[in-house]
């Protein structure tokens, strides 16, 4: 009984088999059978026709971006000391250049300050002056190793620390009077995040922004990267991929883009703007009441004199009232004439559905 059912299983395995190829078959087989139609057989049906344009690219859908400043691209100014009083004299977002007055600063730390970036001077060139006499004793060998070692350190240490001052100096301007106030290192745009008074040593006075390293932050999905050209905000705006971020959040990478040349953008830092993403696409596109489905494919009907020749396409995208699409043959139909027009016709007649 056991081998009799396996053989009756067995060949009803067969039989579902070769149901299925033969259903394969007949699907092809239809397939292979749309060719040309004569235009006869849509009746009296109007027939209009709309021009198959090639396309070399494809708008995706709009995405979000914001106008940043990557990490590290910005040069940042702080307070060498406490401040009570700060008054900015230019305003935030604003072009300035190298050397122009930012702040005026006030503070019980300012005066000791100065004092104390006299007395590192002092100390230096006092050590200096030390160091320099018993370089020679050293090399006479009349003083011990041990004593120069204490001397060379002590003379670095005030080097190093008047240095530090000066570095910090280098952002002030003091007058006659001993009032202090902020200066741009650099040329850009100046960035304040805080505007209150009390201010502490080492806290943040102003950020100097290169105009050119404004760029844009966009997070794309990683499917969305491969075939991306570039990105636009406006007819008169496109932007240009700078770089992007090989470290994936999930299913999106951080992708930085910035105005091509000539682009006119108008950017503002902070700004949070839509985009649109330019894909690479080699293909067509043709009105959408030209697109029929048979069979679960989607097909066109081009005109070829007084025939229609139905031809099999992929859908890639749609912008308005076109579908984008590549055809399956291996001729180039751009500028060919495309049914748009009693389209349901030609569905119902390959259905059999007659003309009704």
Known sequence: MTKI????????????????ALLQTSVAFSYDKIGNLPLSKLGGFETKFSTIKKVNSVEGQNIIGEVKVRTGENYSVSFPFDVQRIRYHIQNGSLINKGDTVATVEGYDVHHFIDEYKSAQQLLKASENHFQTNKQYFENKTIKSSQWIEITKNYFEAKLNFEHIQHQMSFLNIDENEKITLISPEAGIIKITDLSNNRHEGELAFDVINPNAIQIKILLPILSTTSLSHLKISPKCQLNIESLENIADKYHQILWASPSKGSECNLTLGQVIKLTPIQDFKGYKIKKSAVFEFEDNNYIAIESGDELNI?????????????????????????????????SILQGYLLNLGTE
Do not use: H, M, P, W
């Open 311 to 343: 031809i099999n396409i992929n859908l890639f995208g749609t912008k308005g009232d076109e579908y984008y699409f590549t055809a399956n043959i291996d001729i180039d139909i751009e500028n060919r004439k495309g049914l748009i027009s009693s389209v």
């Open 5 to 20: 059912s396996s053989y009756f299983n067995y060949q009803y395995t067969l039989l579902c088999l070769s149901i299925i």
